[in-house]
């Protein structure tokens, strides 16, 4: 009887989309991947609503098939009431991080009519790799606006959508 061969340990690897809206309107600020964006409007929500995050908090948690940022941090609790959105994308890291996985890489879109986001861009990516722990290389981002059509187009609302790759070692397989 031949030995069982045992196959070279290689990663595991997956992906997770995340998606978030928000409002826009008078009297908020406007926070983009943790970084402060000069506006006349921000974001409307519970907390400080920064879409960005939000999306990659979802896709985070997606990735690793743990559910999403509603759950683990539901609108219907006061503790979150302007809470800023850093600590739900660290509180998802860290989650991911007990269950072996790292982030490889995040590749995001932000849709926002006004206030053009090119020139926060390496800003809002430093940000969002530092709050992952990941070279910011490895952030990717885009800003896109709705072409004056739809609810982005005229300056009602802001999207984002993120996906993040993890990855995780596997256990060698006996076969």
Same mark, same amino acid.
């Given at each position: ?22 409002? /826009? ?86 849709? /926002? ?43 009602? /609302? ?6 993040? /790759? ?10």
């Amino acid at each position: 009887m031949n030995p069982p061969i045992i196959d070279v340990e290689r990663p595991e690897m997956r992906a997770g989309i995340g998606y978030d809206s928000h409002r /826009l309107a008078t009297g908020r600020k406007l926070m983009l991947g943790g970084v402060e964006i000069p506006s006349e409007k921000g974001l409307a929500g519970h907390s400080d609503a920064d879409v960005l995050l939000h999306a990659i908090t979802d896709a985070m948690l997606g990735a690793a098939a743990k559910g999403d940022i509603g759950i683990l941090f539901p609108a219907s609790d006061p503790q979150w009431r302007d809470a800023a959105s850093s600590i739900f994308v660290r509180h998802a890291s860290e989650l991911l991080e007990s269950y072996g996985w790292m982030i490889v890489n995040v590749d995001a879109v932000v849709l /926002l009519e006004e206030p053009k986001l090119q020139p926060y861009r390496d800003r809002i990516r430093k940000s969002v790799a530092s709050l992952l722990g990941i070279d910011p290389d490895a952030v990717g981002l885009k800003a896109k606006t709705g072409e004056g059509v739809g609810p982005v187009g005229t300056g009602q /609302l802001a999207e984002a959508h993120a996906v993040v /790759l993890v990855s995780r070692s596997r256990v060698p397989k006996v076969m």
